[in-house]
């Protein structure tokens, strides 16, 4: 039937799509050293370079969906921001929007201890880029 189809692919696209987010994660960590995570509008989905037990399939913190609602990029003066409610050892350094056709589907982060001061240039425009290029990919 019709809804076993689109349920079928909706199940084969989203494990596609973490086992993506994880090779980007760890792709992004491998340039900047910072940990990379990617998460949906729910929770983290995949995490490169360090906090994966404390972070991985964790619910992602109110302050961080209200982020993502605001559509727009995030960089940190000063690491608070909580990326998981569960461990507040881990802040939001950097964080862009992914959006695909007008919706907001997630967020690609760098990660950073609590309190630690801003990220740099490269992170900023790094999240950028992949952002745009996963809210593309989720389009075709």
């Known amino acids: 039937s019709r809804?076993?189809?689109s349920s079928l692919t909706a199940a084969l696209s989203s494990k596609l799509t973490s086992e993506f987010a994880a090779q980007i994660c760890d792709a992004l960590h491998k340039t900047t050293g910072s940990i990379a995570a990617v998460c949906d509008r729910d929770?983290?989905?995949a995490v490169a370079g360090g906090g994966k037990r404390e972070l991985l399939d964790r619910r992602i913190?109110?302050?961080?969906e209200e982020l993502m609602s605001t559509r727009g990029q995030y960089a940190a003066d000063s690491c608070t921001l909580p990326v998981?409610?569960?461990d507040?050892?881990?802040a939001v350094a950097v964080a862009a929007p992914i959006l695909?056709?007008?919706d907001v589907l997630g967020c690609v982060l760098f990660v950073a201890a609590h309190g630690d001061g801003p990220a740099g240039e490269t992170e900023r425009k790094l999240a950028q880029a992949v952002s745009g290029?996963?809210?593309?990919?989720m389009e075709s």
Request: hydrophobic letters at 35%; aromatic letters at 8%.
């Open 3 to 5: 809804s076993t189809l």
């Open 43 to 45: 929770a983290v989905i």
């Open 61 to 64: 913190s109110r302050e961080l």
């Open 84 to 86: 998981v409610d569960t």
């Open 88 to 90: 507040e050892r881990y």
């Open 100 to 102: 695909s056709e007008g």
């Open 133 to 137: 290029f996963l809210g593309k990919q």
